[in-house]
């Protein structure tokens, strides 16, 4: 992200030249000297939008193998005749977009809609660009984390933005911004670091997918990335021909100054885009759980635009938008691409489909994996096409009671039911009126102390959280 193009609408007071300052320093960085070993074991793979900058771009050998896919993120800065479709055939398969910001004055913490949103969303949408969103964060403590999401979370859902809706996670665009006149000069990394989880527990309380974006710098001396959620997403920005940071990333912010069709500038000329990477590992997957999945994979251009399938977990029929969303890479012409099939609600992970496109597809009838012939796949055959995964639950973490729960003494049924009376007052509020035993209602939030089975320790009890194919909490 770059800081003076959000920095001028967070506090017009500062100077332009300031905010350049800080710019250049804390986000691009100067590329360290790189070591012979690490440079041994790099591979090549050159951006689609290299009319600037670097032509190619180094990459850990830990990513070879991974699908490469390419990006940008924008705000209201980019919102000049945005041209989504041009973008598209571009090579812009993903657009993350700023949803709110916080302002970085010194005050308490004041935060914003980012005005051109809904439009930039309602345009990568319709042109089949998958998306996420991030949040300019400014926050100096837990507290403020869990602001700044429950107001990114509040604003998705006032345009009807769901987790079906997003592609990709809810990022926390971490970084500084105004120098020592900036609101958060002077934090620790203690007070960061619990920011950081206070944002991510708060956005996955509320069904979407977490994330984490800074740069290089700002990651190893303010986040302690240990104490992220395993699947709290990670996004880091070196603006270099080599990622060199020790984190383990999924995504790679590399310019601020991409060239791409029918994407403006704030000065609504070509240039000054965010352009990333994103590794997606083709063998990710480890679990059974879908036991098939059928559908056509040589499509027409047309028919690539959204391509369809149907998802089974065991003899259940999952549902997409509930249970699953499906995306395109590089699927807006003639050639090979991918469908990016993503679990949500119960289900996470995601499978890469291989698509072959051609003008027509009259008369062919070829599937990825038929329905009748998928269980005679071996595992490994399976993990080459899905790794959606049951939900799991990490002590610490804070989740949405889904269902009217019982809270009992023990993990099981043979333990005896909690009175609503013993409960905290805290805890009391969360359950339904009028009962003699503690009963949750849905919607209210639970922090995990523990995790038995299928069951979860709360403040004054044990719940359930799953069953077969029910999930009441998540």
Aim: hydrophobic share 35%.
């Amino acid at each position: 992200m770059k800081n003076r193009n959000r920095a001028k609408k967070a506090g017009r007071f500062l100077s332009a030249a300031l905010v350049l300052v800080m710019t250049l320093s804390l986000v691009a960085g100067v590329l360290p000297v790189i070591d012979p070993a690490y440079a041994a074991s790099e591979f090549k793979y050159a951006s689609p939008f290299s009319k600037t900058g670097y032509s190619t771009y180094y990459h850990k050998a830990k990513y070879s193998g991974n699908l490469i896919v390419n990006g940008v993120d924008i705000s209201d800065w980019q919102s000049k005749n945005c041209r989504f479709g041009d973008a598209k055939k571009d090579g812009v398969d993903f657009c993350i977009m700023r949803v709110t910001y916080s302002s970085y004055s010194k005050k308490d913490l004041s935060l914003h809609i980012d005005e051109k949103f809904a439009t930039q969303y309602e345009k990568a949408k319709a042109n089949g660009v998958m998306t996420g969103v991030y949040v300019f964060s400014q926050a100096k403590n837990a507290n403020e984390g869990i602001k700044e999401a429950n107001y990114a979370v509040k604003r998705l859902k006032a345009l009807g933005i769901g987790p079906e809706d997003l592609n990709l996670p809810v990022y926390m665009d971490y970084e500084f911004a105004g120098g020592v006149l900036g609101r958060m000069h002077g934090i620790k990394r203690t007070q960061a670091t619990n920011a950081a989880v206070g944002f991510c527990n708060a956005i996955k309380a509320a069904g979407y997918q977490p994330g984490i974006y800074a740069n290089t710098s700002f990651f190893s001396s303010y986040i302690t990335t240990k104490q992220l959620a395993s699947d709290v997403d990670i996004w880091c920005a070196q603006y270099n021909s080599r990622n060199q940071s020790a984190v383990n990333y999924s995504k790679w912010q590399y310019s601020s100054s991409a060239r791409i069709d029918g994407m403006l500038s704030y000065t609504g000329v070509q240039g000054k885009i965010d352009a990333d990477f994103w590794y997606l590992n083709k063998k990710k997957a480890k679990s059974d759980v879908v036991t098939k999945v059928c559908g056509k994979t040589t499509l027409s251009v047309k028919d690539a635009k959204a391509p369809k399938f149907k998802l089974y977990a065991g003899s259940k029929l999952l549902k997409q938008g509930t249970d699953y969303t499906v995306g395109g890479i590089r699927n807006n012409k003639t050639g090979n691409g991918y469908a990016y099939i993503k679990g949500i609600g119960s289900y996470s992970g995601y499978a890469l489909v291989p698509l072959k496109i051609t003008k027509t597809t009259e008369g062919k009838t070829s599937d990825v994996i038929s329905c009748a012939n998928y269980l005679t796949k071996s595992s490994t055959e399976r993990s080459q096409y899905i790794s959606v995964a049951p939900i799991s639950y990490k002590v610490g973490n804070t989740y949405v009671v889904q269902d009217y729960l019982n809270i009992r003494k023990g993990a099981g049924t043979k333990y005896d039911r909690v009175l609503r009376n013993d409960l905290s007052d805290t805890m009391k509020a969360k359950t339904a009126d009028g009962n003699k035993y503690a009963v949750l209602k849905p919607g209210v939030k639970v922090k995990c102390l523990k995790v038995s089975g299928n069951w979860m320790k709360i403040s004054g009890g044990w719940i359930c959280c799953k069953e077969n194919d029910e999930i009441y909490v998540k």
